[in-house]
């Protein structure tokens, strides 16, 4: 099978043979998904052929990738909530009896697919209510069901535990050797190319770097290869500035906190942050650290237990009061929460700061030349790439709107900083200048909770690290004394969960 | 209270499902717009449109049968008319919804004084042929119920027909699923091969069709003529069915009848004495309401679920 | 409006007015009525004489704090669709207040008339608003609704328990305290003192919107609600409080028609003026320089309609379908450029492309 292909800007040609696993790595916004999303239909490309069996792609759609035996497997499913495992599962083929939709013969299409390829999943569940893992098999099997036997998946490992990694490694290894699939695996985690894949094929910026037998590279060399230099980004200098004898800056204190659906997420964390320290919290997503960082910012109602900011507890107050203690706080989802996308720049960057003496007459008329001169202030001090103060916010590329939220939230000079997730789909260079920006806090006293699915980041950055597993806290670590292996294992429910 | 009791009578409930037709029938069309994800709140003025188009209809011809026609075809042109605007250009459904709103008005007030050169209500020399009522005298023999489900003009009965069959096709075939995926989900079924913008325009063409024709039945089946701004309002109290309802047709049609009931009530509180402009007041704040209450309920089952499965 | 964009958006704008003229021309041809004839009586109407444009510039004051009261709600996320029962309510009220206060003197009777009116618009607007905030009921169904109720409630007391004794009226209240009344400004026309009112307000309107922090909030509020709670912003309140703004601005309106041209409350005190304003306002987008520009256009089409439909016969409701057909193009607007651009820049890229390979 071969496909030469054109991405927005370049030439991609690949190679990929019946009966091997295929792994695409290369940073966010390299290119991979695009090119992926062409075989599959969902985008024609603008120039270039993509041959699949020997037989030319001249249309372009999921039906005609369908039609060719190539099923994708998406980051974000491609499940429709509310319908049942068989129903999403037959969508688009559903059996008929007549004019209506035969229910019963399509859970059991369902279980022989079960049988046939060992995924486990029950036809009647509904979507909406099974775990990530089973949503991902039943996307699988739904792509076996139309008769793939091309398979691509995209960031397959993105939502899984380790032990669901396992299980899907096991099930790919099968499927591969009994049926002769044929693999194609989009990732940028590199322990998992070499776990998994038979060759591998690098991107960069939308052009083909390199493509190797697995077996003779390593995780390294793929790394440069996916950045064009030294990716592994140095250690940084940690200064003592703890002053063990001040009182907390912040403390977290047997906190419970419930999700959107009123389970409990967050379910009895307790711990301390001194100024002048990163405290980095380890979990993989869905632990309860979004939940943990929104209730100690008063975006969620504390279910029990207390936050303390100083010695101020912050039951019962809102977001705007909490901020007033002293608190700034980046938030994991920029777009949704971090930014204004239609305002501009100089807009994103006031908020908060409004009502203040020099930039509004008695807290009511704005001053607008004082707020733009600072807004340019602030865009010149935290770099931020782009047209200037005046274009929309959403008009900035992802690196550079997170500098326009760090740069707003760091302005605000508070004693206490939240963190969480200051560097997702953030390019190499600005991440480099965020952790500087960081550091340069920690340095001058502030205390700092830190919350980052990037254990490369934690290490980093953090001077101590808290494991969190299933809402609780399961190991309290310094970095320089744990391997990621081990801190792994306990950021997955062992350590104190194990022996108790 | 002897007063009050003879208001409850048999009369009350026909009225009720007089009233509640056009509404049951609009927000038929509006759920199937709300299932791939667009409310449609132009469904006022499509059934405007539908009412004019039918009396127009049979006047010309003579027959109600074109009457209904000419509403059907009307349909078919603003539902497409709403599908292009707002599937193929992007526009916002709300300034959409309004706009047709607005339009409605203007046009038929327009046409209704260039085709006729009348103003207001409409008076057709000779009577105007209207729907047909359908009698069986089967059914005039069981008491109450028989007489409550006899005698109702046509569309009353396709309503009924529709809602049941709206239910089936919605979650029983293949096609339903694909309107309810377009909605949800549009992704998973276009990666399923099938053209979420096709099931939108399919949608649109049905609320359409289905909104002219409630306008159909107001004019032709309920007040026998044209009337300026004669949708009243109804329009809305479709959409708010629709939420009431959760876009299930039977809970939709409940809902209608219910605002059908509050309706007939106030018209027949009217004969207690009490002004007719207040008991016109409370279907409105009986919609309301309605909704307040749905809203809080849904609140409190949540909370309840959520405590059952904590301590699961 | 972002810089870059106006350009792009005036030129829509002028588009979609000329393509909509030139639809209504062709109606008029189609029913028998030559359209030039037609526009010039609209602009004669509108213009001709010192009463036209006393009625235009009326017309305009109604319809842009109409667009305005709509305006400020829609920036700050939402929208108030119920000014007309807002528009009945503060007509009632301060008719009531009138009545009942005859006798006063006109600089105590006339400010707490227009307190009442205020009052009866915002309560009435303050309803919807709390239930979409905090029980997330939509608001433009339950507006819609009430404005029914509203009218209904209205007729009920003008024509029942606040029916007025004098001889003569079949339908209205008691008649205020004439000393109240404002005076008119060109005699014969429906422009009274009202319009400084008027003038101030949209001012206010538009320094609160542009300049002032409130403002500021309120439009973060509007664009992303999550960013604006996050940043400390009281959204909640500001939503509420731009929607009661809303709803008394409405009420204003409503006494401004009683005490400028009627003297009692009437069932026909408005005839959808809040709808008309509410156009104006979304097609502009909720500018509040736009909408008083805006206002006028329309006022004068409005104006100059009805005297088309008297002098000529056309239907003043092709005004009302012209103005419908714009917003029709307004809406579309956005989404028609973008699509030219998209499939201009996938032909640019394949051209381009095309090129280097033959390089």
Not at chain 1, 443 to 454: F, H, K, Q
Not at chain 2, 43 to 51: H, N, P, T, W
Not at chain 2, 215 to 242: D, K, P, Q, W
Not at chain 3, 27 to 44: D, F, K, N, S, V
Request: aromatic share 8%; with cysteine; charged share 20%.
């Amino acid at each position: 099978m071969q496909f030469p292909g054109v991405l927005a800007n370049d030439d991609v040609s690949l190679d990929i043979r019946k009966g091997e696993v295929f792994a695409l790595v290369g940073e966010n916004g390299a290119g991979k998904s695009t090119l992926m999303n062409i075989l599959y239909g969902m985008n024609a490309p603008t120039t270039g052929k993509v041959i699949v069996k020997g037989q030319e792609m001249t249309r372009f759609s999921p039906s005609e990738a369908i039609a060719r035996g190539v099923g994708m497997v998406h980051q974000h499913f491609m499940l429709t909530p509310s319908f049942t495992v068989a129903q999403n599962i037959t969508l688009g083929r559903e059996p008929r009896r007549g004019v209506f939709s035969d229910l019963k013969k399509a859970n059991a299409i369902v279980e022989d697919l079960v049988r046939e390829y060992g995924l486990k999943v029950n036809p009647a569940d509904r979507v909406d209510e099974i775990s990530v893992g089973l949503q991902q098999r039943v996307e699988i099997l739904k792509t076996l069901h139309r008769g793939a036997d091309v398979l691509i998946l995209d960031e397959p490992t993105a939502v899984l535990t380790p032990q669901e990694t396992d299980d899907l490694f096991h099930v790919i290894r099968r499927i591969v050797r009994e049926k002769r699939m044929t693999i194609i695996i989009i990732t940028h985690k590199l322990y998992e190319v070499m776990a998994i894949s038979d060759r591998v094929a690098v991107m960069r910026a939308g052009r083909l770097v390199g493509v190797e037998h697995t077996r003779d590279v390593n995780e390294r060399a793929l790394a440069s290869m996916m950045v064009g230099r030294e990716v592994l980004l140095g250690p940084m200098a940690h200064p003592p500035v703890v002053n063990a004898e001040d009182a907390p800056a912040v403390t977290v204190e047997n906190v419970q906190v419930l999700d959107d659906r009123g389970l409990p997420a967050v379910r009895g964390i307790s711990f301390q942050l001194r100024r002048g320290e990163i405290l980095g919290i380890a979990g993989i997503e869905g632990n309860g650290q979004s939940q943990l960082v929104e209730a100690v910012t008063a975006l969620r109602p504390l279910r029990g237990g207390d936050v303390r900011i100083g010695a101020t507890s912050i039951r019962g107050l809102t977001p705007g009061q909490v901020r007033a203690l002293g608190v700034a706080h980046v938030p994991e989802d920029r777009l949704k929460t971090g930014v204004s996308a239609p305002a501009d720049v100089t807009d994103n960057l006031i908020v908060g700061r409004e009502k203040q003496k020099q930039f509004s007459l008695m807290g009511v008329h704005m001053k607008r030349r004082a707020i733009r001169r600072y807004a340019q202030e602030l865009f010149s001090r935290f770099d931020i790439r782009g047209a200037g103060v005046d274009v929309p916010v959403g008009s900035l590329s992802g690196g550079n709107m997170q500098k326009v939220v760090v740069a707003r939230e760091f302005a605000f000079d508070t004693p206490v900083l939240v963190i969480s997730q200051p560097t997702r789909g953030v390019d190499i260079g600005a991440m480099e200048a965020i952790h500087q920006f960081i550091m340069d806090k920690r340095n001058s006293g502030c205390a700092i909770l830190l919350v980052s699915a990037d254990l490369d980041e934690l290490y980093r950055l953090s001077d101590r690290l808290l494991t969190i597993y299933e809402g609780r806290v399961t190991g309290e670590f310094i970095p320089s004394a744990i391997e990621k292996a081990e801190l792994s294992y306990y950021m997955t429910g062992g350590g104190k969960e194990a022996e108790a | 209270m002897n007063e009050l009791i003879s208001i409850v009578n048999l009369g009350l409930f026909q009225n009720t499902l007089r009233t509640a037709t056009p509404v049951v029938l609009c927000a038929l069309g509006c759920l199937m717009t709300d299932h791939v994800g667009m409310m449609n709140i132009g469904c006022d003025g499509m059934m405007l449109i539908g009412a004019f188009a039918a009396v127009m209809g049979s006047w010309v011809s003579g027959s109600w049968m074109v009457g209904i026609l000419f509403g059907l075809m009307a349909g078919l042109l603003l539902g497409l008319l709403y599908g292009v605007f707002v599937i193929k250009f992007k526009s916002d459904e709300f300034i959409i919804g309004v706009a047709l709103n607005i339009f409605a008005g203007g046009l038929t007030t327009f046409l209704l004084r260039e085709l006729t050169g009348q103003s207001g209500t409409f008076h057709a020399e000779g009577g105007l042929s209207t729907l047909p009522r359908l009698q069986s005298d089967w059914l005039e023999q069981i008491p109450v119920i028989g007489q409550l489900l006899n005698n109702n003009t046509l569309l009353v009965y396709v309503a009924w027909a529709l809602v049941a069959v709206c239910w089936v096709v919605i979650y029983r075939t293949p096609f339903g699923f694909w309107l309810r995926a377009a909605g949800e989900h549009p992704q998973s079924l276009r990666s399923a091969g099938k053209s979420p913008e096709r099931m939108k325009y399919i949608a649109s063409l049905l609320c359409g069709v289905l909104a002219c024709l409630s306008g159909a039945h107001l004019s032709l089946g309920y007040l026998s003529t044209f009337s300026e701004n004669m949708s009243n309002s109804r329009g809305f109290i479709a959409v708010a069915c629709v939420i009431f309802g959760r876009s299930n047709p039977p809970k939709v049609f409940l809902a209608a009848l219910l605002f059908g009931f509050i309706d007939a009530l106030g018209m027949r509180l009217q004969s207690l004495g009490i002004s007719s402009a207040l008991t016109a007041t409370f279907p409105y704040l009986g919609t309301v309401l309605m909704m307040v209450l749905l809203v809080w309920r849904n609140d409190r089952k949540k909370k309840r679920l959520a405590r059952q499965t904590a301590k699961a | 409006m972002k810089r870059g964009h106006r350009p792009d958006y005036l030129l829509a704008l002028g588009v979609s007015v000329g393509l909509a003229l030139l639809l209504g021309a062709g109606i008029m041809a189609l029913t028998g009525h030559p359209p030039l004839e037609g526009y010039q009586l609209m602009l004669q109407g509108a213009f001709g004489t010192p009463r036209a444009i006393g009625n235009t510039l009326a017309k305009a004051a109604t319809l842009c704090l109409t667009g305005l009261a709509t305006a400020i709600a829609a920036q700050a996320g939402i929208f108030n669709v119920g000014g007309e029962g807002q528009l009945y309510l503060g007509a009632m009220a301060s008719a009531v207040v009138g009545a009942k206060l005859a006798g006063l003197s006109p600089w105590l009777g006339v400010p707490l008339a227009l307190l009442a009116a205020m009052a009866a618009g915002g309560v009435y607007a303050w309803v919807p608003a709390m239930l979409k905030v905090k029980l997330r009921v939509n608001e433009v169904i339950t507006t819609i609704l009430l404005n029914s109720a509203a009218i209904y409630f209205c007729t009920y007391l003008t024509n029942g328990p606040l029916k007025t004794m004098e001889r003569g009226i079949s339908s209205g209240t008691d008649a205020i305290d004439p000393a109240f009344m404002f005076e008119r400004l060109i005699r014969r026309s429906s422009l009274t003192e009202s319009i400084f009112l008027t003038a101030a307000i949209a001012f206010l309107v538009w320094y609160v919107m542009r300049k002032t922090t409130a403002g500021f909030q309120m439009k973060l509020t509007g664009q992303n609600g999550r960013f604006a709670h996050y940043s400390g912003i009281r959204s909640d309140r500001l939503a509420v409080g731009s929607m009661v703004v809303s709803g008394a601005i409405c009420g204003l309106v409503g006494m401004f028609e009683v005490f400028g041209l009627h003297g009692r409350f009437i069932t026909t005190v408005s005839n959808e003026f809040y709808y008309d304003g509410m156009l104006v306002a979304m097609i502009v987008r909720y500018n509040p320089l736009g909408i008083i520009l805006m206002s006028l256009f329309f006022g004068a089409m409005k104006i100059g309609g009805s005297a088309m439909e008297l002098n000529a016969g056309i239907p003043s409701s092709l005004v009302v379908i012209i103005q419908s057909i714009i917003i029709f193009f307004m809406a579309a607007e956005q989404g028609i450029v973008s699509a030219l651009r998209a499939r201009h820049a996938q032909r640019k890229a394949a051209q381009t492309l095309r090129k280097e390979a033959q390089e």
